[in-house]
């Protein structure tokens, strides 16, 4: 399969007053899985349609490799798309559906076969060929839908919320395998979610979309740890707001001094987000500071609930071993385990 890069240069596309991309940039690589995450309505599906020449752009270029295809026609882009909703043919069999691109493209019935074979093969459907689609699962049949997207070896996948209807188990195992499927072909792959969970797991890079723009586009582990705004920062991952104040680029959180990221000119009140795995737990301690609201158990890890002095609910990340004896209304100290904090306005 030859993949190709995917670039998005100055894109904007307005619906009526709605601006749905605001001078949209976005490079994704040879071979790697981008996903654009973002509230609703802030313009994922419509950056996905205009690549895939579903809906054409007001302004801007699009490029497969260095070939502008900001004019071709959509049936003309290679390009496979998997939807949120199962948009298989109902009259068609599973196999018929898989090899549809293909008929379309001319290919011999035989080669038609081989390919489908062994596409539904690669997905976990090697029995199912000849079933109609209502006698499969969502699962199943968004395993097809996949199958069907890859049939004719597209330069570029593009998913849109492929996942959404299906169950959590499902969602869970089949996305790990649009991952692994994706690694082992090599195709270079826009997958659109409003799940950051589910974003962050599979991807190389994720974009956080806001109004149409990106807000910040890096690896799971950039965007987690150094988020560059206090919306990507929200969005990503769960985070304490803290109220505190700033002085001298300082918040004093829990009686100590950390130097704050970013803004340190600025002083005043701002909130210091700090991640619950951040927040350090001390039981039985004579200045305690905060006390436990609840214990949610989660397996491995647990989350404490707590409630500081000043009255500000905040999250910590433990053990469950290390957290057993913690207990509503049981005293406790928190703190602060970053070096440095990253502060937003109040
Ligand atoms: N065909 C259309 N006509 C008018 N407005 C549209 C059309 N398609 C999208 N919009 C508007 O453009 C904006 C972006 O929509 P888009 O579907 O791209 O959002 P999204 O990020 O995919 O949201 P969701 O997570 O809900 O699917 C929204 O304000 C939406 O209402
Ligand atoms: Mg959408």
Redesign the pocket.
Known sequence: MSSKSLTLKNVTKK??S?L??DNFNLEVGVGELVALL????????????VVAGL?NQDSGNLYVGDKDLSETPAHKRNMGMVF?AYSLFPNLTVEENVAFGLQMRKVSKHERKKKAESLLELVGLPTQGQRFTYQLSGGQQQRVALARALAFEPEILLL??PLSALDAQVRVNLREEIRRLQLSLGTTTLF?T?DQEEAMAISDRVGV?SH?QLEQIDTPDTLYNKPATSFVASFVGTMNRIPTQLSDGQVQLFGKNFPALKSSNESGSVIALIRPESIGITAGSQDHNAKVLTRLFMGASSNIVCQAIDGTIIQSLMSSNESGDLHPGSEVKLEVLNKEVLVTNA
């Not at 973002?38 to 950056?47: E, F, Q, R, W």
């Open positions: 619906f009526g709605v749905a991309l973002g509230p609703s309505g802030c313009g994922k599906t419509t950056a996905l349609r809906e949120q849109d919320e659109v409003h979309m149409g």
